[in-house]
């Protein structure tokens, strides 16, 4: 339901659309039982010719129903809520898969920087491709992410994958995602983080295995690429 209004593009975004379908409904459901009572009861007692109102203490046992049983009710399908979040958090939040390679996500006023390993497959290495406010992935691959600011609080956002950690100065916060499809998305910040905050948007770019490989060749730093030369020797094998 929730994904015929933003696309659901990671593996992990299905089962938050579930939890927060399962909160409407629960909650919706004694939404609309509690109005259903409470108009039903303004009906009921309300003021007739000849009917003198009636003061009522709710100490007897069967008033204080109307409020222990729902009450009790409640706080059951709070416990069920707060199982099936948990449950979501841990997979999501706590249990990090195996990485097929990382990526570093550097928030700043006002932009996203996005480091992405070279061929290599390794950060910190000459072949990492820096870009700002575009990131790019390839489908069906595990990606950790390293997240940072370098100023104030900023929030990294994306959400066709149901992806919101807030990005914290000083801290190196690590997280993951899995694309199930191609295609360019948005890339939000969702921290108010000064003026030029709602000029802050990027994008993500998720594409198959043969695109992602041309885009990296592509884009790796030519003086990564160059090999480095050998002086040429003579017969003897002296230079």
Known sequence: MIDQYVESASTFAGDIDGVILWILAIVGFWFLLAQAVFFGLIFKFMAKPGVKAQYI???KAHEK???????YATLVFDVIIVVMAVKVWHE???NLPKADTTVRVIAQQWAWTF?????DNVLDTPD??????????????TYHFELTSRDVLHSFSVPVF??????IPGRIIKGWFKAT?????????TEICGIGHAIMPARIVIETDSQHRLWNQANTPKLADAAPTTPPTSAGGMP
Do not use: Y
């Open 181 to 189: 499809q191609t295609g360019q998305f948005d890339i939000q910040c």
């Open 115 to 119: 480091v992405h390993p070279g061929p």
């Open 65 to 71: 129903r109307w409020v222990a049983i729902p009450h």
């Open 57 to 59: 203490s709710g100490e």
């Open 128 to 141: 990492d491709i820096s870009l700002v406010d575009e990131l790019h992935v390839e489908m069906n691959k």
């Open 162 to 167: 149901r992806l919101k950690q807030d990005a």
């Open 92 to 94: 999501v939040k706590i």
